[in-house]
């Protein structure tokens, strides 16, 4: 499952609960969540296209939910908790922690006095809280800023290629994109979109590689529009996972082609990528989507496929002109 940021911390206040209630632990096993606020939250997982009140109101109720959590919290006994500990001990365990997270040299092995995991185990029999924790790691290492830029990473699949059977395909699709250069005077251009809030945005990134790999420009900020970015193609990336889960690329893809229409960007292709079931295959077809990409598609596939339908998308363009 999800963790970030205060995952040592965490598996450090379940280990010591599951030690002081006699649980040995090589018997641990299972998976952890550090943000039960947002299991709260339906995200792009919507049955139907949920109106404005209907968002506001689920918002309303996963701010609720948190401070219930806090309330709890102080009711359970947090603040006792802290005046009854040894100080000394609680700081003490606080500083190895900023020692370690000093260190340059691995303390990884369990057999380390400076592992971190066990230092916050530590920290944790000494009471000392979540936030501490975090807060003693975060003096040295900083916080997380997400990146409001894409890194691509280029020549990982390149690499792939070379020297494999498969090398001849990737020249071919190389040359198919040189092709397009020298008939339209740049390279073909896509813009790779992660819609909706559900967190999957790692085909995305993997195709944004990919394609650079083969000689595609990818706008590495997929946050900027793409009239802005005077791309060929918008490549959409979904995540549905379960037939139980409402289909948000039947949603966000409408509301993307309307929005292009009403930046007087028609012109400019959409694509779809991911996990999206077969059935809804016709309904995007039906909005106008170029290209529909499901798990297991080779990247040379999707390139060559990408450019044909980028010709026929251009052609429909110039005809719909000299209408």
Not at 9 to 23: F, K, P
Not at 35 to 49: G, T, V
Not at 72 to 90: C, F, I, S, W, Y
Not at 143 to 158: D, E, I, M, N, Q
Request: charged share 25%.
């Amino acid at each position: 499952m999800t963790m970030n940021g205060a995952v040592l911390s965490i598996l450090a206040m379940y280990t010591v609960a599951a030690e002081e209630q006699g649980v040995d632990q090589k018997l641990l096993a299972g998976t952890i969540q550090n943000d039960i606020l947002k299991e709260f939250m339906i995200r792009s997982s919507h049955r139907s296209r949920p109106c404005v009140s209907s968002r506001r109101l689920e918002l309303a109720f996963t701010i609720a939910d948190g401070i219930e959590y806090v309330h709890a919290a102080v009711a359970a006994g947090l603040d006792e908790t802290k005046k009854n500990r040894d100080e000394a001990v609680a700081q003490e365990c606080l500083n190895r922690l900023i020692h370690s997270a000093k260190l340059t040299e691995s303390t990884g092995p369990g057999t380390n006095e400076f592992n971190l995991l066990k230092l916050a185990v530590a920290a944790a029999r000494a009471r000392c809280t979540v936030g501490e924790i975090s807060d003693a790691l975060e003096t040295i290492w900083g916080r997380h800023v997400p990146k409001v830029f894409l890194s691509v990473v280029t020549g990982a699949y390149r690499d792939t290629f070379l020297g494999t059977e498969a090398e001849g395909e990737y020249n071919d699709v190389l040359a198919e994109v040189e092709l397009f250069a020298e008939r339209q005077g740049r390279r073909p251009r896509l813009l790779v979109a992660k819609m909706g809030q559900d967190g999957h945005d790692r085909g995305a990134k993997v195709i944004a590689s990919g394609f650079s790999d083969l000689g595609f420009d990818t706008p590495e900020e997929v946050a900027r529009q793409a009239v802005d970015s005077d791309v060929h193609c918008v490549g959409v990336s979904s995540q549905v996972g379960r037939e139980t889960h409402a289909a948000g690329h039947n949603t966000l893809v409408p509301a993307l082609m309307q929005a292009l229409k009403d930046q007087g960007a028609e012109h400019i292709l959409v694509i779809c990528g991911g996990v999206i079931p077969p059935k809804d295959y016709d309904f995007l077809y039906e909005q106008g989507v170029g290209a529909i990409f499901g798990p297991g598609t080779r990247l040379p596939t999707a390139a060559h496929d990408t450019i044909q339908a980028i010709y026929k998308k251009i052609k429909q363009n110039e005809q719909s002109n000299n209408a």
